[in-house]
């Protein structure tokens, strides 16, 4: 059985991921609500002049990603690889609760759903947790993919198809028939299926097989009632539209972007709504990007998907890759890995394919340290990077790269343009003496009771290799462990012990 958007929430909810408002609340005051509590998932329940609860954020933290694939926060790649690697063809069912609730001609109203303004300076209210869904006008092939529309009125809305994705290309070859191209779009999934439906394949992949593959299970699909389009049964909301053949011609935004900053004016396709059909009491589903923290925010669900890309792209050049994170601080565009280089040059390897071998351009900053270092510990990675790296040696700069358009900090938004990308090499040469970079970490803590006698003859035993004290001292416990420290003083008053170049306690010879 298909997991649900209502099933997911009580999912959350059950692993404290989740802040239910029971409260009326304005619309004015969505936005505000979900954003302090970035944390979390919300869901609002009531909305005044809204007979339709509200969720959203659910997929903004590695906790909630980890959780929809069931396993730990840092298995969350291996499991995505592994889940990509198969596909489960989907089933068709006759019905599905998707379409409990039909409504056609005039009875289509987009304003019945709690559309808010996410940002203050928003053109319009968006649709933006919405998988639009569409077959290959030459394949037959179906795609899933993300896509944002800004409500133009109550059957109309704009969709953001400026990016070289499927959508686009679906409709570029209808424009070029003079032919609308079908589009189901859907609201309200679970994160499991969000996940799937950003998963890049061929162009003769059908995306349900793909879906299906992530999900572990075949997807049912029931068919529109008004587009020759199939739809998961498990949605909470449809929309069956149309894009018409008429081009780039409606004005978007400007709206608040994945990088916390506003994105300009710009013209887009137009999506019509012929019919709009939904569970009896559905859920609505909105996507979170911006403000103050745009990488605690469903943007979130790109984060996997770009490391496994990186991840691949280590492991395939031969690197000893051990994990990689997308940081949320730089909102994707920081790349932390972690490595066991084997030769000289795997570093900057490594820091090379990490700012050049994802697909989407992600990310502008890598990181590169060794497997030591928790690559989800901040302050450790900080720390490898002042500790561990010469700034005139370790620092890599590359100019002239694929850009995301978005980026501020660009000289123009306006596509075709290039960015400069900066690596920084946290690893220990391979060529350096360890010793000298290791964390000085505490004594591992002795649970055992350890209390035995203390003899020279023993500890000069134990000298006959080098050891470091505490090798020697976690022997014993107790009173047996101050006898020790008095037998070591003993054998260096009587010249019978020394220390070599790493510290370590011998025994003197002849």
Same mark, same amino acid.
């Given at each position: 059985?298909?997991?649900?958007?209502?099933?997911?929430?009580?999912?959350?909810?059950?692993?404290?991921?989740? @802040?239910?408002?029971? @409260?009326?609340?304005?619309?004015?005051?969505? +936005?505000?609500?979900?954003?302090?509590?970035?944390?979390?998932?919300?869901? $609002?329940?009531?909305?005044?002049?809204?007979?339709?609860?509200?969720?959203?954020?659910?997929?903004?933290?590695?906790?909630?990603?980890?959780?929809?694939?069931?396993?730990?926060?840092?298995?969350?790649?291996?499991?995505?690889?592994?889940?990509?690697?198969? &596909?489960?063809?989907? !089933?068709?069912?006759?019905?599905?609760?998707?379409?409990?609730?039909?409504?056609?001609?005039?009875?289509?109203?987009?304003?019945?759903?709690?559309?808010?303004?996410?940002?203050?300076?928003?053109?319009?209210?968006?649709?933006?947790?919405?998988?639009?869904?569409?077959?290959?006008?030459?394949?037959?092939?179906?795609?899933?993919?993300?896509?944002?529309?800004?409500?133009?009125?109550?059957?109309?809305?704009?969709?953001? !198809?400026? +990016?070289?994705?499927?959508?686009?290309?679906?409709?570029?070859?209808?424009?070029?028939?003079?032919?609308?191209?079908?589009? +189901?779009?859907?609201?309200?999934?679970?994160?499991?299926?969000?996940?799937?439906?950003?998963?890049?394949?061929?162009?003769?992949?059908? *995306?349900?097989?793909?879906?299906?593959?992530? &999900?572990?299970?075949? !997807?049912?699909?029931?068919?529109?009632?008004?587009?020759?389009?199939?739809?998961?049964?498990?949605?909470?909301?449809?929309?069956?539209?149309?894009?018409?053949?008429?081009?780039?011609?409606?004005?978007?935004?400007?709206?608040?972007?994945?990088?916390?900053?506003?994105?300009?004016?710009?013209?887009?396709?137009?999506?019509?709504?012929?019919?709009?059909?939904?569970?009896?009491?559905?859920?609505?589903?909105? +996507?979170?990007?911006?403000?103050? =923290?745009?990488? &605690?925010?469903?943007?979130?669900?790109?984060?996997?998907?770009?490391?496994?890309?990186?991840?691949?792209?280590? /492991?395939?050049?031969?690197?000893?890759?051990?994990?990689?994170?997308?940081?949320?601080?730089?909102?994707?565009?920081?790349?932390?890995?972690?490595?066991?280089?084997?030769?000289?040059?795997?570093?900057?390897?490594?820091?090379?394919?990490?700012?050049?071998?994802? /697909?989407?351009?992600?990310?502008?900053?890598?990181?590169?340290?060794?497997?030591?270092?928790?690559?989800?510990?901040?302050?450790?990675?900080?720390?490898?990077?002042?500790?561990?790296?010469?700034?005139? *040696?370790? $620092?890599?700069?590359?100019?002239?790269?694929?850009?995301?358009?978005?980026?501020?900090?660009?000289?123009?938004?306006?596509?075709?343009?290039?960015?400069?990308?900066?690596?920084?090499?946290?690893?220990?040469?391979?060529?350096?003496?360890?010793? &000298?970079?290791?964390?000085?970490?505490?004594?591992?803590?002795?649970? *055992?009771?350890?209390?035995?006698?203390?003899?020279?003859?023993?500890?000069?035993?134990?000298?006959?290799?080098?050891?470091?004290?505490?090798?020697?001292? =976690?022997?014993?416990?107790?009173?047996?462990? /101050?006898?020790?420290?008095?037998?070591?003083?003993?054998?260096?008053?009587?010249?019978?012990?020394?220390?070599? @170049?790493?510290?370590?306690?011998?025994?003197?010879?002849?």
């Amino acid at each position: 059985m298909a997991e649900t958007l209502g099933g997911w929430l009580r999912k959350l909810e059950e692993n404290n991921l989740l @802040q239910r408002i029971s @409260q009326p609340v304005s619309i004015h005051e969505v +936005a505000d609500i979900i954003s302090r509590n970035y944390m979390k998932a919300t869901l $609002i329940e009531r909305i005044d002049g809204y007979d339709i609860p509200l969720a959203a954020n659910i997929a903004s933290n590695r906790k909630m990603i980890a959780l929809a694939l069931g396993v730990g926060e840092d298995e969350v790649v291996g499991e995505l690889e592994r889940r990509t690697q198969r &596909r489960i063809p989907p !089933v068709l069912v006759d019905d599905g609760p998707c379409k409990e609730v039909v409504k056609t001609g005039d009875d289509v109203d987009l304003t019945v759903f709690p559309l808010h303004l996410q940002h203050e300076l928003d053109a319009a209210p968006y649709i933006t947790a919405s998988v639009a869904i569409a077959k290959d006008p030459e394949r037959g092939v179906y795609n899933l993919g993300i896509y944002r529309m800004m409500l133009r009125t109550s059957r109309e809305t704009g969709v953001d !198809v400026t +990016a070289p994705h499927k959508l686009r290309a679906y409709y570029q070859r209808a424009l070029e028939m003079g032919k609308p191209l079908e589009v +189901a779009v859907v609201v309200g999934l679970p994160t499991i299926d969000l996940l799937g439906s950003l998963i890049s394949s061929p162009y003769d992949v059908d *995306e349900y097989e793909v879906l299906g593959g992530i &999900r572990g299970e075949p !997807v049912e699909l029931v068919k529109c009632e008004t587009i020759d389009v199939y739809v998961p049964s498990n949605a909470e909301i449809v929309l069956e539209c149309e894009m018409p053949p008429i081009g780039w011609t409606v004005d978007e935004g400007p709206y608040g972007e994945f990088t916390g900053t506003y994105g300009g004016l710009k013209m887009n396709p137009v999506m019509r709504v012929k019919a709009i059909t939904h569970r009896r009491n559905p859920i609505f589903l909105s +996507a979170t990007h911006g403000g103050r =923290r745009p990488g &605690r925010t469903d943007l979130h669900l790109l984060f996997p998907i770009i490391e496994l890309d990186l991840y691949r792209a280590l /492991r395939q050049a031969g690197i000893d890759v051990r994990g990689i994170r997308l940081h949320p601080g730089g909102a994707g565009m920081w790349a932390i890995a972690s490595i066991r280089p084997r030769a000289p040059g795997d570093s900057k390897t490594a820091l090379a394919l990490l700012l050049t071998a994802s /697909r989407q351009a992600f990310p502008k900053y890598a990181v590169v340290v060794d497997e030591d270092i928790d690559i989800y510990d901040d302050e450790q990675v900080v720390w490898a990077m002042t500790y561990r790296a010469q700034p005139s *040696e370790d $620092i890599l700069i590359l100019d002239g790269l694929k850009a995301i358009p978005l980026d501020p900090s660009l000289p123009s938004d306006m596509p075709p343009v290039t960015t400069s990308k900066m690596g920084f090499d946290a690893t220990i040469p391979v060529d350096r003496p360890r010793q &000298r970079f290791e964390p000085c970490l505490p004594p591992k803590p002795i649970t *055992e009771d350890r209390k035995q006698e203390v003899s020279e003859e023993d500890l000069l035993k134990m000298l006959d290799k080098p050891r470091y004290l505490a090798e020697l001292a =976690r022997n014993y416990t107790g009173t047996a462990y /101050r006898k020790f420290l008095k037998t070591m003083a003993n054998l260096r008053e009587r010249n019978l012990i020394a220390r070599d @170049q790493q510290g370590r306690y011998v025994r003197k010879q002849g």
